[in-house]
């Protein structure tokens, strides 16, 4: 986990594109209310949370096709979009995941995965999901295609173990709710197999992962 954490932080000050695009929330904690303009196109009200924002810069698409090209033409294939307010109102990400997946892209959109107020903690967990969905979608298809009809045959039946130990439906299933699930299952198993009801005795289970070259 840590590796891949530093991995995250590399990527992130490395492969960073930035976009022209800010909204800011029209009211303020340290001022008066500020009046809602009416029949104005750069105020949305229907956010996340209810507030009413202002819209500053819109993506510009030709702009967000320039660079995604060069992301292209280095040979990267899964992106992530993450803007600042996102968490309130996700129209912009969504604009250039659209985009971006026209292209060609697989991608991960911040605002679907981790809609926080932190932006830095949401961009890093939707690096970290760009970096693992496309290999964990492989590695579900491939299981997929040795049943008869594939994965559609299972239905809502195919599970996989998430990171909080819950289930999730296969076709749900990303690397995100992948990343810890090792761990989880780990948690789970150990509880099942050795706790006593009756003795009611805590446990203390040691996970001694090995690591892939």
Not at 79 to 102: C, G, M, N, P, T
């Amino acid at each position: 986990m840590t590796r891949l954490l530093r991995w995250v932080r590399s990527v992130r000050a490395i492969l960073t594109h930035q976009i022209d695009e800010r909204i800011t929330p029209l009211q303020s904690l340290v001022s008066p209310p500020v009046p809602v303009p009416k029949d104005d196109d750069n105020i949305v009200t229907e956010t996340k949370t209810g507030e009413t924002v202002r819209i500053l810069s819109r993506p510009d698409p030709a702009e967000v096709k320039k660079k995604l090209q060069a992301l292209w033409d280095k040979g990267i294939k899964s992106i992530a979009v993450a803007f600042v307010h996102s968490y309130l109102w996700s129209e912009h990400e969504d604009q250039v995941a659209s985009i971006a997946r026209e292209m060609g892209f697989e991608v991960s959109v911040s605002a679907k995965l981790q809609p926080m107020i932190k932006l830095v903690s949401r961009a890093n967990s939707a690096i970290a999901d760009a970096y693992l969905t496309p290999v964990t979608r492989r590695y579900i298809e491939g299981f997929g295609a040795g049943f008869e009809g594939g994965l559609e045959a299972f239905g809502t039946k195919l599970l996989f173990m998430q990171s909080d130990g819950g289930l999730c439906a296969w076709d749900s299933f990303s690397g995100l709710r992948a990343i810890l699930s090792g761990p989880a299952g780990g948690v789970v198993g150990y509880s099942k197999t050795c706790y006593d009801e009756k003795l009611g005795s805590a446990l203390v289970a040691v996970d001694m992962g090995g690591e892939y070259r």
